[in-house]
């Protein structure tokens, strides 16, 4: 057996600094860049009238948001609010997406997730999680809006996903911090005996827009960091990487770093669900929680150098490949060879009750390509090759799972996080794109201060690597996914909906109802203006009492593609929007007497400036 090479933490402090000097690196590709060719232009020159051939979802990191961008002209389109208020969309101050953040007003948003059909993105969802306040959210495909966000108990900071399942039966949410069960007090003295680190399995039902909590699994208080799905073979299974399974409790930096290894857990997701339906579970505050010390034989851990970050399996599903990020290489794992120590019972002991299979067993190989420092996450193309971006050597490098053997690399500018291919995670991947996301832009773009965005860079990846494009993000692609745009299907206007009794088509259904100190007003928004009530003197304007609950149901009856209305209240903090055909409800206390404009944020028409009213609040005796 190979020894593992760790690399001395100082020594790794070296190199972290050495990706901030690589300066005159960078100028000679940009002069390359400058003498090039037009191939490279024209590659991804989207001409007015064309389209890009696919949207890249990005993880918006700890901005909350996802961020929508085409491929290849690497041209932003849109910003998804997801777990932070956007006053642009007025996400997060209307009642429904208001309900949907739980009131929190930020998120550490990392890998987005497409739902999936047979182990191919089916264009139809977006999964997320958010690290910040452990939740997890759904975004819907045909309109590219937030649909609903579950907070997770007991797990804190879910890192490790959003990873589906071929069918999208579940997402799996490990912690990245344990906590005890409950997040009740509990002093860190007691931290292996009391902490834990807590996996939900959520699951999606598509037909009423709703994440839910299957069931938990009680594991040992680890750190979760990256985690992936099986594919075909083994698509029953699932992997996670752990670090600190030296259960430090502080300085993490140097403690958790101290053991040669730490651990992949390899779980059987269709036995966990077994074990749910034979009742072997604890009813923990309404969460079925699994021990795995109590219920075996679905869990089991496999040796891995220390410290390792990603985990990903290849397309064919053959095989597990764990990145260590204190460690020069990439471990291939195979599957089978795990299927058959599980079966043979090949064990090297175990940890808090769960089996260690053998290393030697189940490692098929360590890939260790010259003077590449620091491999983070992996990707493949179209016929099976890894694309493994190494963060510390700022760069990719392509090899064969198959071999081992390195077969290009291109420099990036610098310290790549993920890469995301064309339909990188499917069975199926595309080749041609991939997309470098990188951590540090330094002297990429125009100087915006001592701090700069994120940058990705698009690497052509059809004949030999060449970085041809480059981006810059806002913060911070953790992840991002590609998918083919035809795969996704929006719609243009929102469809009438007769049933929803906050919502108004007809001018002279437009309404003010008062019942006690509660205020509803069913009004419209259209081209130029706004009406709350058709029959009054002034139809736009809303007069209440100060202290008085006031809902604003409003419905944009412009049923035009593209023609947007927005709702706000000056000096009251409220701005909503509503979309074509969509009504949506704002509900606030009129806490403030006097005279507020209200008026339409979103450029509508040649009259947009005309698109006003009054909120007229009668102060209190
Ligand atoms: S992580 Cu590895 S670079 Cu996927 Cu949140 Cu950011
Ligand atoms: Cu409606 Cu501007």
Redesign the pocket.
């Known amino acids: 057996m190979k020894k593992w090479i760790p690399i001395a933490s100082g020594l790794l402090a070296g190199f972290i600094a050495a990706t901030i000097t690589f300066a005159d690196f960078s100028a000679k590709t940009n002069t390359e860049a400058a003498s090039s060719n037009k191939s490279d232009a024209e590659k991804v020159y989207v001409p007015f009238g064309q389209k890009d051939d696919y949207y890249l979802f990005a ?1 918006g ?1 700890h901005s909350g948001q996802m961020f929508i961008y085409g491929v290849p002209s690497m041209r932003k389109i849109r910003t998804i609010p997801v777990f932070s208020q956007d006053s642009a969309t007025g996400y997060g101050f209307d009642e429904h997406s208001k309900k949907l953040m739980g009131g929190y007003t930020w998120g550490d948003l ?2 987005p997730a497409f739902s999936e059909t047979k182990g191919d993105y089916d264009g139809k969802w977006m999964f997320a999680t958010d ?1 910040g306040n452990s939740r997890a959210a759904v975004v819907d495909l045909e309109t590219f809006t937030t649909k609903d966000i579950i907070k997770v108990p007991n797990t804190a900071g879910p ?1 490790c996903a959003a990873f589906v399942t071929e069918n999208t039966e579940y997402m799996f949410l490990p912690t990245r911090f344990a906590v005890p069960v409950g997040q009740k007090y509990e002093s860190l003295d007691n931290y292996s005996q009391n902490y834990r680190g807590v996996m939900s399995a959520v699951t999606f039902d598509e037909k009423n827009v709703k994440l839910n909590i299957a069931y938990q699994v009680a594991l040992p208080p680890w750190s979760y ?2 985690s992936d799905a099986g594919k075909k073979g083994s698509a029953d299974w699932a992997v996670m990487t752990t670090y600190n399974t030296e259960e430090a409790t502080t300085t993490l930096e140097v403690n958790a770093s101290q053991a040669d290894r730490d651990y992949i857990v390899l779980f059987n997701w269709k036995e966990l669900e077994k074990m749910v339906k034979e009742g072997k579970y604890e009813d923990v505050d309404g969460q079925k929680m699994i021990y795995p010390e109590k219920q075996k034989g679905g869990i089991y851990l496999v040796p891995v150098a220390k410290s390792p ?2 985990v990903d399996v290849t397309p064919d599903g053959k095989y597990f490949i764990a990145s260590g990020k204190l460690a020069p290489a990439m471990t291939v794992f195979s599957f089978e060879k795990a299927f058959k120590a599980v079966e043979n019972k090949d064990f090297a002991g175990e940890r808090n009750g769960i089996p260690i299979l053998n290393y030697k067993s189940v490692m098929e190989r360590e890939v260790n390509p010259e003077n590449a420092l620091g491999p ?2 992996t990707q493949f193309d179209d016929k099976g090759m890894a694309y493994t ?1 190494m ?1 510390i050597s700022s760069e990719v490098v392509k090899w064969d799972p198959n071999t081992g053997k390195t077969l290009d690399r291109v420099p990036v500018q610098y310290s ?3 890469s995301v291919a064309a339909e990188g995670d499917t069975v199926s991947p595309d080749g041609h794109w991939l997309v470098a ?1 990188n ?1 540090i832009a330094k002297d990429s773009y125009l100087s915006v201060g001592p701090s700069h965005p994120e940058s990705m860079q698009l690497i052509d990846i059809s004949g030999k690597m060449k970085v041809i494009q480059s981006a810059p993000v806002d913060p ?4 991002a996914q590609m998918i083919k745009a035809d795969k996704i299907k929006t719609i243009n206007v929102y469809p009438k909906d007769e049933k929803n009794k906050d919502a108004v088509y007809k001018q002279n259904d437009t309404k003010i109802v008062r019942k006690g100190n509660e205020v509803h007003v069913y009004g419209i928004a259209m081209r130029s203006r706004f009406i709350f009530d058709a029959k009054a003197k002034r139809p736009d304007v809303i007069e209440v009492n100060e202290g008085d609950h006031v809902f604003i149901h409003l419905t944009n009856i412009d049923f035009d593609e593209d023609i947007t209305h927005g709702f706000a209240i000056n000096s009251y903090d409220l701005n909503i929007e509503v979309q074509p055909g969509q009504t949506n409800t704002i509900e606030f206390t009129a806490d403030k007497a006097g005279t507020f404009p209200i008026y339409c944020t979103n450029f509508c028409s040649a009259l947009h400036q005309e698109m006003n009213g009054y909120f007229l609040v009668k102060p209190k005796q």
Not at 476 to 479: A, D, F, G, Q, S
């Open positions: 993880s990191g990392h890998h690290v890192h960091d990256l970050h990603g983070l996450h971006t963060f790549p996080g993920h996301l951590k911070e692609p953790h992840y």
